[in-house]
C-alpha cells in the first residue's frame, strides 16, 4: 500500500476522509472544532450555573439557619436578624406546644367552631381563648425562651469564643450592651406580659407571673455562675425538662383553668423526668469537650453504656407510669393510645440509642420525639376530659 507523504495525499484519502474536495474538508475540520469548544463552553457554564446554584442554596440555608439561630448561620450584619438569632426561634417550638398541652388539660379551652360539639360554638368566646392562647405563647416563646437563650449565649460568650467563634456575641456583631438591654427587655417584658395575662383570667393570685419568675429564676442559674446547674448533669438536664415541659403546661392550664389539684403538677413533672432523659441525648457527642470544660454531664460522669440506659429508663418508665394512671382512674382509651405511642419510641432506643447513641443521636430524635409529644398531648387530653367531681 502506498504511503500517504503529504497532506494532499490525506486528503485525497477517502478511506480516512470521505470529503469531494480539501475546501470541504476544511470547513468541516473548522466546523468540529467549533463543535468542540461549544461542548467546552457549554460544559463549562453548566458547572458554573451548577456552583452558583449550590451557591444560592448555601446562602438561602445559612440565612434560615441565622434567623433560626442554629450551627451553620451565615453571618448577618442586620441588627434586628441578629437580636432574633440570639433568641434561637427554633428552641420556641416545644414551649408553644407545651402551653397547647396546659389548654387541653384544663378542660376549659373554647373552640371557634367546634364540628364535633355542638355546645362549643360560641365564636366570641373562642375567639377571645384564641386570642388567650396565642399571648401565652408569645409569652412562653419570643419572651421568656428569648431571654433563656439570649442569657445563656451571654454566660458561654467565653467558651463560644474558642468552638463557636462566629456566633453573635463571640464575633462582634452585637456589642455588650445591646446584649444586655436585650436580655432585661425581654426579662421585664414576659413578666408584665404574664401579669397582664393573669389580669385577663381574673386571677386572685397571679398565677401566670409567679411561673414566670420562677422559670426565669431556673433560666438565670441555668447559665450564671456560681450554680451553673447546666455544669451538673442531673440538675441541668432537669431544668431543662422542666423548663420545656412543666413549666408551659402549667402556664397553659392556669390561662384558661386551675391548678388546684396535685394532679395537675405530678404528671408534667413525670414528663419532665422524662425530659430529662432526652436531654441526655444532647450530651453524647459533646463528651470530650464537656470532660476537658469540667462539666458533669452523665455521659461523662457515667459513661456511654450507663447513660444510655439512663435516658432509656426515664423516658420509657414515666410513660408507662402516666399510661398506669390514666387507665386507673378510668381513661381506659387515652391509656392505650398513649401505650401506642410508647411502642414505637422503645422500638428506636432498641434500634438507634442503645446500639450506638453517638452515632445515632440525631437520627433517634427525629424519629422518636414526635411520638413522645403527641404522647404528652394525649395525657392532656386525657386529664381535660376527665371528671375529678366523680
Known amino acids: ?103 387541653a388539660a384544663s378542660g376549659n379551652y373554647h373552640w371557634i367552631w367546634n364540628p364535633l360539639d355542638p355546645n362549643d360554638r360560641d365564636v366570641g368566646l373562642g375567639l377571645e381563648d384564641a386570642a388567650k392562647g396565642f399571648v401565652a405563647m408569645i409569652l412562653a416563646g419570643p419572651f421568656l425562651t428569648g431571654y433563656t437563650q439570649t442569657i445563656n ?7 463560644d469564643a474558642i468552638n463557636e467563634p462566629y456566633r453573635p456575641i463571640p464575633s462582634g456583631a452585637i456589642s455588650e ?28 393570685t397571679p398565677v401566670v407571673l409567679l411561673l414566670s419568675i420562677f422559670g426565669s429564676f431556673i433560666s438565670y442559674i441555668y447559665s450564671a455562675p456560681p450554680l451553673k446547674l ?46 430529662l432523659g432526652i436531654a441526655i441525648v444532647n450530651d453524647f457527642k459533646s463528651i470530650e469537650g464537656d470532660r476537658a470544660l469540667g462539666l458533669q454531664s452523665l455521659p461523662v460522669a457515667f459513661g456511654v453504656d450507663t447513660a444510655k440506659w439512663i435516658c432509656a ?13 390514666l387507665y386507673s382512674v378510668g381513661e381506659t382509651t387515652y391509656a392505650l393510645i398513649l401505650l401506642a405511642l410508647l411502642l414505637p419510641q422503645v422500638y428506636f432506643q432498641a434500634t438507634l440509642l442503645l446500639p450506638d447513641p453517638i452515632e445515632n443521636d440525631v437520627k433517634y430524635q427525629a424519629s422518636s420525639q414526635p411520638f413522645f409529644v403527641f404522647g404528652i398531648l394525649t395525657t392532656a387530653l386525657a386529664i381535660g376530659h376527665h371528671d375529678f367531681s366523680v
Open 313 to 325: 429508663g426515664t423516658v420509657t418508665l414515666t410513660q408507662l407510669g402516666v399510661a398506669s394512671y
Open 153 to 159: 449565649d451571654w454566660y458561654d460568650r467565653e467558651i
Open 230 to 275: 447546666k455544669q451538673n448533669g442531673w440538675a441541668g438536664n432537669y431544668a431543662l425538662g422542666a423548663s420545656y415541659i412543666s413549666l408551659p403546661w402549667w402556664c397553659g392550664q392556669a390561662v384558661f383553668g386551675s391548678l388546684d389539684r396535685p394532679v395537675y403538677f405530678i404528671l408534667p413533672v413525670l414528663y419532665s423526668i422524662a425530659g
Open 177 to 204: 450592651g445591646e446584649v444586655i438591654f436585650q436580655i432585661w427587655f425581654l426579662l421585664l417584658g414576659g413578666l408584665a406580659l404574664a401579669y397582664g395575662m393573669d389580669v385577663w383570667a381574673g386571677h386572685e
Open 1 to 103: 500500500m502506498r504511503r500517504l507523504e503529504n497532506a494532499s495525499d490525506l486528503t485525497r484519502s477517502s478511506s480516512f476522509f470521505p470529503f469531494s474536495s480539501s475546501g470541504e474538508l476544511n470547513n468541516n475540520i473548522a466546523g468540529g472544532q467549533r463543535d468542540l469548544v461549544s461542548l467546552s463552553m457549554a460544559s463549562s457554564s453548566s458547572g458554573d450555573d451548577e456552583k452558583k446554584k449550590k451557591a444560592a442554596a448555601d446562602k438561602s440555608s445559612g440565612s434560615l439557619r441565622q434567623l433560626l439561630g442554629v450551627k451553620g448561620a451565615s453571618q448577618e450584619s442586620n441588627i434586628w436578624k441578629i437580636r432574633l438569632q440570639l433568641t434561637k426561634p427554633v428552641t420556641w417550638i416545644p414551649l408553644v406546644w407545651g402551653v397547647m398541652c396546659g389548654a
